[in-house]
C-alpha cells in the first residue's frame, strides 16, 4: 500500500487525477470504476482539465460506477448518474455506450443488479477502481457488517449514511433513498490497482481503523489491506491519524 499526503486542495486534485491519467495512458481501453461523493470532485475537475487541454483521451476507456440510489429520478440532482454528468460525463469524451451506472428507478432492481453483475462480468476487472470511504468504513454502498464475498446487489443503506448523504437532499435524511444498488466488496477487490481518497478530519478514524486496524468486515474498507496495489490519497487532516509511511512523487 502507497500513501500520498497531499500538502493543498490543488497538489491533492493533480495527484490523483495523474494516477487516473497514467492509467489510461498505459492502456487507452482501460476499465475505471468510479466513485461519487464529495471526495473525487477535485478530481475530476482536474480530469476535465487535462481533457481539454488535450492531455488525456477518455474516448477509448469504459467506466463503472460504483452505486446509484434507488428509487429516484435519474435527473434528481443527487442521483449519482446527475453527479456524473455534472463532474466528468458531460465535459469529456467518454462514448456514452461505454459509461456504464446502475439504474435509479428500475422496474426490478433485483434484475438491474444481477445486470450489472453480468455487465462486470463481462468487461471487468476494472485496471483501476477509485474509490471514497464512508465515516462509519463503507466502499460503495458496502455497509459495516457485508461480507467480503458480496457481489453487485441491493443493499439497504445505514442511518449514519443517509445522515451524511442528507445535504444534496435538502438536509433530511429521512430523503434520502432508502436503498441502492452497490458493486459488492468481491468485485471491488478484482481491480489490477484501487485509488483510495479520502480528506478532511472528519475521514482521520476511520481511515486510521481501515488501514492499520484490525481486518474485520465490521470495517468494510479494511479488506484494502488484503490487496496488492492500493494507493491512497490523503490530505493532512485525514492522514493525521496514519502511521503508515508516507511515499513522494
Ligand atoms: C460513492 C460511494 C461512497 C462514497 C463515500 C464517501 O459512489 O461509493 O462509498 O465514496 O460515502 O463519500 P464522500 O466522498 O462524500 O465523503
Request: glycine letters at 8%; proline letters at 6%.
Amino acid at each position: 500500500m502507497k500513501l500520498y499526503v497531499a500538502r493543498s486542495a490543488e497538489e491533492w486534485n493533480r495527484l490523483t487525477a495523474q494516477i487516473v491519467r497514467e492509467v489510461i495512458e498505459a492502456k487507452p481501453d482501460a476499465v475505471l470504476g468510479l466513485a461519487t461523493g464529495n471526495t473525487p470532485i477535485g478530481m475530476y475537475k482536474e480530469l476535465v482539465r487535462m481533457y481539454k487541454a488535450g492531455e488525456i483521451d477518455f474516448s477509448r476507456v469504459r467506466t463503472f460506477n460504483l452505486d446509484e440510489y434507488l428509487g429516484i429520478d435519474p435527473g434528481h440532482p443527487a442521483s449519482f448518474i446527475s453527479f456524473m454528468k455534472q463532474h466528468l460525463f458531460d465535459h469529456v469524451n467518454i462514448d456514452p455506450d461505454r459509461m456504464h451506472i446502475p439504474k435509479a428507478n428500475p422496474d426490478d432492481p433485483e434484475a438491474e443488479a444481477a445486470a450489472y453483475r453480468e455487465l462486470l462480468r463481462t468487461y471487468g476487472p476494472c485496471d483501476l477502481q477509485v474509490l471514497g470511504i464512508g465515516t462509519n468504513g463503507h466502499i460503495g454502498f458496502n455497509e459495516p457488517g457485508t461480507s467480503f464475498d458480496s457481489v453487485t446487489s441491493v443493499v439497504e443503506l445505514h442511518e449514519s449514511t443517509r445522515k451524511a448523504n442528507a445535504p444534496a437532499f435538502g438536509g433530511d435524511p429521512a430523503n434520502v433513498p432508502a436503498r441502492a444498488i452497490t458493486v459488492g466488496i468481491s468485485e471491488i477487490m478484482t481491480a489490477k490497482k484501487i485509488l483510495l481518497l479520502a480528506t478532511g478530519a472528519g475521514k482521520a478514524d476511520i481511515m486510521k481503523a481501515a488501514l492499520e486496524g484490525e481486518v474485520t468486515e465490521q470495517v468494510p474498507a479494511s479488506v484494502l489491506q488484503r490487496h496488492d496495489d492500493v494507493v491512497v490519497v490523503c490530505d493532512e487532516a485525514a492522514a493525521s491519524r496514519l502511521e503508515l509511511p508516507r511515499s513522494e512523487r
